[in-house]
């Protein structure tokens, strides 16, 4: 996720974020538009990649001043499609870990496909605890396989963060997307 202006503080620097170019790299980032049944349109964007283990489940190990935060983020998805995320345990093997990471760069947070969520500490320690929330929610659906919307900044998985107040909550173009990315676990 990258950043965007926190009120009062300096412009959003756009420089794109590691996830977001492995994607690229790969080639096969994905945006599509689906018909839903008598509905608006929704649009579907995936990341080309997802660290759902082959039982259909994202195990996600949480060392973070933020697991708070994360099992939030946890619960907005699994609010959708129940039981997908789990905590890792004995018997859940871990797909994911979220871990902190301080530092001065663009971005707040990151997912990586080797199974890593990267929480900075440098702009969360100094944000409130709903964009925190926004943050986490948002790369959890980077390890679930969606990609960065580009269309409406009310997605969670909008490329940058909503920075101010209020918990962001799955749009129709998040939840067609998961249902795309959940179609290819
Ligand atoms: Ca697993
Ligand atoms: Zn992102």
Redesign the pocket.
């Known amino acids: 996720m990258k950043l965007t202006r926190p009120l009062g503080g300096a412009p959003p620097r756009r420089k794109v974020g590691v996830g977001r170019l492995l994607a690229f790299a790969a080639g096969i980032a994905l945006v599509a538009s689906i018909a839903l049944a008598g509905e608006a349109r929704a649009v579907v964007y995936l990341g080309g990649w997802d660290l759902v ?1 082959s ?1 259909k ?3 996600v190990d949480i060392s973070s001043a933020y697991r708070a935060n994360v099992l939030a983020g946890m619960n907005a998805w699994n609010a959708y499609k129940p039981g997908v995320i ?1 905590l ?1 345990s004995w018997t ?4 994911v870990a979220v871990r902190d990471v301080n530092l001065n760069t663009n971005w707040s947070g990151m997912t990586y496909k080797w199974g890593q969520i990267s929480l900075n500490t440098f702009y969360l320690g100094g944000w409130g605890q709903q964009t925190r929330t926004n943050v986490a929610t948002h790369e959890l659906g980077h390890a679930l396989g969606l990609g960065h919307s580009t269309v409406s900044t009310t997605d969670v998985m909008f490329g940058t963060a909503i920075v101010g107040g209020r918990v962001v909550p799955l749009s129709a173009n998040d939840k067609s997307s998961y249902d795309a990315a959940y179609k290819r676990y």
């Open positions: 283990d039982g489940h994202l195990d789990r890792d859940n093997i871990q797909d």
